[in-house]
């Protein structure tokens, strides 16, 4: 292994200002291939003393693209971009630092989605005031500030714009579709989403960026920032899973394998394996509730918090006397095989 | 009528292999007229022994849609289909068997979209392991392998890709649009969704496949797979339908008519005509109900299960004990006649 | 100021009958400067007595715009209009008077969106009946019963159309972007809506036409027709405000400042300012709710409704009781400043 900790050789959409709107990185490197870190190292002389990022330009970028693959990387992805015939950006990173710029950002959130990196794993400090906000479109990424002029200039042509977004944060699957998975509405899973193979979501299902479904998972809710679902687990329709940005506590939840958490229902605590919240229940970290024994008999009457990371544990509210209960779970989730088939 | 159970003519979109990916059924027959039949008999013919699916070109489709449309079928759609000038592929279905190819899944899909089946009463058999996981873009069905390289064709051209999906099942909306509906938000109504007449789909509205609203009614919820909504009936925002596939039990939900199930709030059984579910308030098969006389005593306690099917059932949480109740239902629920208004 | 209610000069699509499926305004005027208004008085006069809507073509057109930019009015607008070369709509309204024609349906809701005015201050009288309903496209606004042969043409080009909605109101994105503003799936926000400075619409956020975040304000729940949100209050994911269209009361509901309805939760009432609902909780008009004092003790019992726009009030479903209560609430919300950088 080299000492570049990711490398990734892209192509930019540019406002007319030139500023970069987006990235596509087609084949990021994480970790780098010493051999490939050589053929780097010549490009990235070129970027000037301590920049991270630059561009490349006609023999230099189908040379350095060539180098690379005769390393053994991603050899289609790198000959695709050296065909483009346009200025590809490219971003060497010597360690997980702050982000500093456009480019960055960009390559961190596709080390996410191609699954180089877990959630959590990353250093994201710097991560929104680098992403710039963009317009996203039928006719691509377009600098907000010059979408009205886009707007009457297509209507002109009988061909309306379509404007599928106004954020900082792209669809993933404009960028990346890693293998074996399915999803339903893709303008619910941003760039920097992790999903393992197997993974399917759904209509409702929502993945933000840094949040993960290590699959296979069957993912109907949502999944926040930093969360992350372990292998086997179902996420209900409607599903919360209480976040750290706005309106969450300051707890990263992450939730086991083999756990069901109901439609409608809500979890602010981590979980451990197998748990199940019914459909319908939110349990918050500051919820009192029941624990009972294999007998229903009421041991003890403790916080949410205080059961965080546990495994086992089945959640309801009791439907007589409306008090949240834990009790051992014994139910199996069987995932519908049908369903995880990719063909 | 005719010995064919349904007969659909459409276009195929196909991968670099020539596989299908999607087919477009303009106007499926279902029943089949005697006299349509006669014209099908001889291209299906040529289909070869035992086989349900082929293709027709040029001459040979254009006889075939002439003949059908002289039996009186369809004759705009298969006029349409004529002047294409493209390959046509054309399913024959003599009796309602598992299914076996792509064009048979598209093709029972269709029937269902374009009400001539509804949910439940199709053999779909054998639909999942038929139906290709297929990225729905802005340039139409692409082969998910295929994808990286014409992203990468796209943005060269200066058009990028929007990839609105990566899934087994397309919108329905791109291959029907049944008439008198509204549909807020297509990406959330599948191909293989029986929309009746009247019927709105609000933003956060779903209709899976096989799933229906026989309309009128307004759909904020999601209706999950093998679950139908009777006449009138209005689903809240976000409820829940609970399925069969993922997650569920195995009791298939249907749901009577002039019923009102509340924002929020959820439903694991099957309802008769004029029922309530509260608001924020989820019904699962094993919760514990107590119902109520008229006069507000509680007369018996039941797994929700016990009480499937009936009418004019109202279900609360009491806000005081916390304890589910079903009270008689005597609130009618006046759709807002403005909202059907389809001009 | 002038006697004018509101002027605007926009562009349509037509059906193949000529009549308009859409109408965009990209500059309206609300109020109208008395200089731009001797301008707009000769194009008016054109229309015909006791007429609102008309057309301007080629050089009356230019020479308006000019007119109306020389009185100070939105020159980059204007200028980009007369550069179309198409026939231009104009409408002006002497009054607030209820909505008679498609044209005027959509200034209003422009109107909103510009945030010239402000959501419940509009007469929308007649607004259902003069929104036609529309299939919203990839390849622009189409009429429903047109479709079919555009889909047939469409394909047999190599360029499948994809049908967004089919609906009698269009994403607000394609016609308006205020400033300050993100919507991260632009499906879900209405034209018609109105947007403060600083507002975040995430995924699973929804407004309706006529409805309000005032800005700034994180959404990620529903905010239905007639709802207004104060400065700072956050709607959780997936939470639910009770609109009057379908299934609500007759009661139009506002959430002061400050505010926080935690995901999954419902709001049936109004609220004033720094108040909260627990994730989870839906608060119907009708549910009984035990009000507590500072030391936790309840003093009175009273329906939710008669709590209607107070503020300070903390609403949670206690997890031992099942018992709603509601308590002065202390807790401050914070959203997340680097959730509202806008760069």
Known sequence: MSELFAFGMGVATVNAAGEPLDIWFPAPLKPVDAAAEAAIAGAVGEFGAGRRVGSVRGDAAAALAAEIEAAGGAPAAHQMLAELDCPLVAVALEADAPIRSTAEAYLKLHLLSHRLARPNTLNLDGLFEHMPTVAWTSAGPIDPQELPRRIAAARASGAPLTVHGVDKFPRMTDYVVPSGVRIADASRVRLGAYLGDGTTVMHEGFLNFNAGALGPNMVEGRVSQGVVLGANTDLGGSASTMGTLSGGGQIVISIGERCLIGANAGCGIPLGDRCTIEAGLYITAGAVVQVLDEAGAVVRTVKARELAGQSDMLFIRHSGSGAVQC?????????????????
Chains 1, 2, 3 share one sequence.
């Open 327 to 343: 009790r051992t779970n014994r139910a199996a989730i069987a995932l519908n095989p049908k369903l995880h088939v990719h063909n």
